[in-house]
């Protein structure tokens, strides 16, 4: 538990300076002026008091032994803090100074010395290199953010501590409260799974919102992520997603920035909600933090002009929502009172003559309404227009049910400045364009249809035989290779049960010809050696062969690799059964620098490689994930059959999804595994890795 | 020329009210405060004057010919009014009334009856249903808008009434300036056309930004948008892109929207800038209005901070726009008087305690290097921060770099309120979040990459058989038929120079023989009746012919046609060389409502079903929409060889595209043309239209 950090029975600021403007001295006053209740121990060799605070020459000298350590002198100082700190019991070290692993490979040394007796003395650390934290809660800033936040329920993770200073200042120009605010700097110890874990259990907390430029431990990150956002949504800004912003990373905190790509799957599969821009954070902080989830996406929109409300309705079906039908019934009780030439069909235009009354009666009938589940009031500032009137009508019918969204976009400036202030005020956000509101809606009806599959997104328990894996690879590095034969491949594939051919080993003729009777004509024979990987090419492959054909093919095969590799070293000739050709898809793993094994799947065949139909999802799958990813695919109509074509056994290919999921889990050393053709058949008829190849390390 | 619109001598403004708030009065009142300078005529038969100044009974009462007339009586009374007005030779008709197309049957009768009175008289009428005119130049507020704009070099034409006027609001309070600002209403004679084939010459205004939810008339828009963005940037919101979008325009103003893929293409050919959001409208109008048009899309940013940074760089990449790099000697410059741990590389990384003094240098030393096009200058409030002193450093290095774009990222709120508003009273436009200034940068280079490549946007001239075509047409609708039949398709191909093998008709075995000879052995024969349009199906073709094959062949084809379709008139069987099979592509076209054909091109074969690897441009196509169709496939990689592959013949492809579109707009009554497959040989040897299909009316 991170209590220390965020609400420390007594905090010592080590660099407690005099000088107004100093970090150390902004620290020490925006502790005592934020209303903090613990004891304060400002630390400073050169002074008697701070503040009008008594101060000590070392943190040896305090009186108690302080739970929480601010830290802002000097880089090449901070070591010895440290081990005062350790010394002195204390639980939570907060590292404001800069000069670590952010400046350079000196720096970089002496942020593992202080991790290092960091660890050894039991002390959490924070930074370095970072703002501080604040908990509006506590109440506590401990941070040298000038001004201290609003208090609210939403929690902001920054990596960046200048993007933290420009958004706490946007934040109170715009009423938007936090509960928890803190800068993560250079992450040495505590990173964003620490703290996300710790605000999942926050009472002061609804939303979670991040500002990141990399994970530090990925693999954890999928865990974590997965756990918190069952409880809180969390919504995070990526940086660094482009070569140029990753070049701008490593110059800026030093983070290895992993692969967008996987970030996307990583945040797609726990389900975290990524925005691409802060705009985007600040606008889903909003709704989230305001309004109760919604079951249905069903939106009416109420409007006094047509345009916003055609934006909206377009915005709407973008986004994948839908326009809530206007029942006969709702039809009827609105037509009593709104005037003939209303438009009654969602978007409902109340006209341009609406008043605050027109409004009030519009907005409680159709939220009355079982269908309605989201209200978006979209109001043009005109000659009869009531901002005021109208905003205080929707923030009552906000407050009398409860269980539905209301959010608003009064459209405009001066005139329509005060009745966004009320609506904000009162729990009703406001969005300038009427597409904005739209989106923040759709981000919450993603995050509930995430939530309502959450069963579906356990990992499966499967029945596979992993001392069979564990042997083969065994004897693949005891012949110092790193590519399994084919044979190998398919021992590991079936032991895994990944449908695919039985492929046996000949190494005279007379085996072949027994093999072949074993599996059953027609066969295909091919060359079987490390070296030869492109065995077509060599002549190395003879397919469809009926039983008189094999002995000769046998003979064939082995001369051609003589002729033509004879430097490669030949086990013999594999034999496996001639199968029918079914679609053709291909799937595979690859391994992510952040997140481990990212498996992909798509369309295969001779348009595979410039087509790129394909999708990502991280290892372990659940079997939501390898729908879903079956689902991203183009190659999904023709699965499913379209025009008159049979469907395919989408099942299987979810099943051996899976299971090359927990083969890749379980077996580190996999570092490539390739399915190319996964051969597909209709439903019921399974699919089949027709060939496999797997690279281990 | 619409100056009687924009600047007339005289406006009369009939239904002239004494009672505020009513839209006879507000119009006049705005006349009459807005400076305009002309004589003004108040009608209105219940009073003696209005405001102040002497009214009239009617408009045959006025002692001069007006030339604009603002018409706000009730709906009705409308017609009688507009011939009035032709009695009084007047040039414009502004009618804000209400109660025309948008309201229904009656409305629309109405609407007619006005229209065809001032085509009588030679009247140009803007709206009915509109919220009027304004012009900041002449200055006239000749509009019920409560408010007049800043003067500026910005047209805003708004299909919307309302949400100008929250434009309106909003743009005093953001310090946006407008050159002329209308609302179109139901556009029952001017339109979208005409007021921006006027703005274009206008010299007040730099920039035209238009809210649309649709055009009336899609081809002279076509042609109209393609010139006047040859002068002048146009970005246009158009709603209603979505089926709920387009469901809720028809309840709205009763514009037929048309299909929005069609409007993608028209927008992109015609070099108009198309916004999603209305935020991005007034984003995209902030730039294009202040900074001048960027040679190159190389990019430098100057931050105090690295998390905005990396933002920025992310957005610049994602966007298509390059991150200028920084030459050693630049690197030297700014190393002088920079801080060591500052980030030299672009981002240029000035550091958290950077001020005024510190940008100032990093700014002018960076625009001074000949690579750097545009700077993004981004700030965040920090201790040391100088927001107002950097912002006049901003304005400064504006004004003396006057061939470079400036703009500026100032993030947080109060803190940097006011350094926002000096930058943006200076010609600096501010984003509150860097994405945003990226995105609007992205804008104006993608506007000047299309009129860089503008000579290439000509329609081309092609030497075509217009007269074959016509007579081969008067044959089918001769024969009562709206199929062409294979043999005719291939003449028309043929005609507009269109690749395709020949195609003779053989009536009698003896003929079928003797044309095999003709067009030499292998060939393919296929039976050719009207009715007959799955062949393959009841046997009537028949491949890889050796000419002894040709006779019994024939017979054969007959004979199943007789057995399998015995009601189809059979013309007789038609002898084709058959043809070495090319990569798979297709092309077509379709009619779209509101802009007529629609070409498509993409890849063929069994997968294009499913894969739809299709791109669009309307007709006539220019070389450069050709190729540009071609290279949004995905196929394209296909075409231009990847993997070892060879290149095909993708000049062939232009060319064929480009006499289709001849073709389509020659012939208006060609309502479906499809090529599947069209073979595209290796590069030099062409392709081939081995299948058309030709639909006529």
Chains 1, 2 share one sequence.
């Not at 902001?156 to 946007?170: E, K, M, N, R, Y």
């Not at 920035?257 to 797609?268: E, I, N, R, T, Y």
Request: with cysteine.
């Amino acid at each position: 538990m991170l209590t220390p950090l965020f609400n420390p029975s007594s905090v010592a600021v080590v660099g407690a300076s005099r000088t107004a403007g100093k970090v150390g001295h902004d620290v020490l006053r925006n502790i005592l002026t934020s209303g903090y209740g613990g004891k304060v121990y400002p630390v400073n060799p050169q002074a008697e008091e701070v503040l009008g605070i008594r101060c000590y020459p070392s943190l040896l000298n305090v009186p108690e032994n302080p739970e929480m350590c601010v830290v802002a002198v000097p880089a090449p100082v901070v070591p010895s803090i440290a081990e005062e700190a350790g010394k002195r019991g204390v639980k939570v070290l907060v590292v404001i100074s800069a000069g670590f692993k952010e400046s350079g490979i000196e720096g970089a040394e002496r942020e593992s010395q202080v991790v290092r007796i960091c660890k050894k003395n039991g002390i959490r650390l924070l930074g370095p290199n970072c703002l501080g934290v604040i908990d509006t809660a506590t109440p506590m800033n401990a941070s040298f953010a000038s001004a201290i936040p609003i208090k609210g329920n939403v929690a902001f993770i920054s990596q960046s501590g200048a993007l933290g200073t420009a958004v706490l200042d946007w934040s109170l120009k715009e009423g938007v409260g936090f509960s928890k605010f803190l800068s993560l700097g250079n992450k040495a110890d505590l990173n964003e799974n620490d703290i996300m874990l710790e605000i999942a259990e926050d009472i002061n907390t609804k939303v979670v919102i991040m500002y990141l430029e990399g994970v530090e431990d990925g693999r954890r990150f999928l865990i974590v992520a997965r756990k918190v956002t069952q409880k809180k949504p969390v919504i995070i800004l990526k940086s660094g997603v482009t070569d140029a912003g990753a070049r701008a990373v490593s110059s800026h905190t030093g983070t290895l920035a992993g692969s967008d790509l996987a970030f996307d799957v990583a945040f797609k599969q726990t389900g975290v909600i990524r925005v691409d821009t802060a705009q985007e954070l600040f606008d889903l902080a909003e709704v989230f933090s305001t309004q109760p989830f919604p079951k249905d996406p069903m939106v009416a929109i109420i409007t006094n002009a047509g345009g916003p409300g055609i934006l909206a309705a377009d915005a709407i079906e973008k986004q994948g929502l839908r326009i809530a039908p206007i029942s006969a019934e709702l039809r009827k009780t609105l037509i009593e009172k709104l005037p003939l030439n209303a438009g009654f069909n969602n978007p409902v235009d109340i006209l341009g003559d609406a008043t605050a009354e027109r409004y009030k009666f519009a907005l409680n009938k159709i939220l009355m309404d079982e269908a309605v589940t989201s209200a978006i009031v979209i109001l043009t500032p005109q000659a009869m227009t009531q901002p005021d009137e109208t905003a205080a009508a929707v923030v009552e019918a906000r407050n009398a049910f409860q269980n539905k969204i209301v959010i608003a976009s009064f459209l405009g400036g001066e005139l329509v400045d005060n009745a966004i202030k009320l609506l904000e005020k009162s729990k009703v956000p406001n969005y300038p364009f009427p597409e904005r509101a739209v989106s923040s809606l759709a981000a919450m009806v993603r995050y509930t249809e995430y939530l309502s599959a959450i069963t579906r997104r356990q990992i499966p328990h499967l029945k596979v035989d992993r001392d069979k894996v564990s042997s083969i690879f065994k004897d693949v590095k005891k012949d110092m290779r790193v590519n399994l034969l084919a044979s190998e491949a398919m021992e590991v594939a079936k032991a895994y049960g990944i449908p695919s051919p039985t492929v046996k080993l000949a190494r005279t003729r007379e085996e072949a010809v027994s093999l072949a009777e074993e599996v059953g004509p027609p066969v295909v024979l091919k060359i079987e050696s490390p070296q030869i990987l492109h065995k077509t090419d060599i002549g190395g492959v003879k397919l469809n062969l009926n039983l008189d054909a094999v002995a000769k093919s046998f003979d064939e095969i082995l001369d051609n690799a003589h002729k033509y590799a004879s430097k490669a070293t030949v086990y013999g000739v594999t034999v496996q059964k001639m199968v029918h050709q079914g679609k053709e898809m291909i799937a595979g793993i690859h391994r992510d620098v952040t997140f481990g094994p990212l498996i992909m799947f798509g369309l295969g065949g001779i348009f595979a490689n410039f087509l790129r139909d394909v999708s990502f999802r991280l290892a372990p799958l659940s079997r939501k994930d390898a729908e879903e990813m079956i689902g991203e695919t183009k190659a999904y109509s023709l699965l499913r059959g379209v025009r008159g074509e049979e469907k395919s056994d989408i099942d299987s290919i979810t099943d051996t999804l899976l299971r090359v999921s927990k083969l890749v889990t379980d077996f580190d050393e996999i570092n490539e595994l390739d399915i190319n053709p996964l051969f597909v058949y209709k439903d019921g008829s399974g699919c089949l890795a027709l060939d496999i190849k797997i690279t281990i390390r």
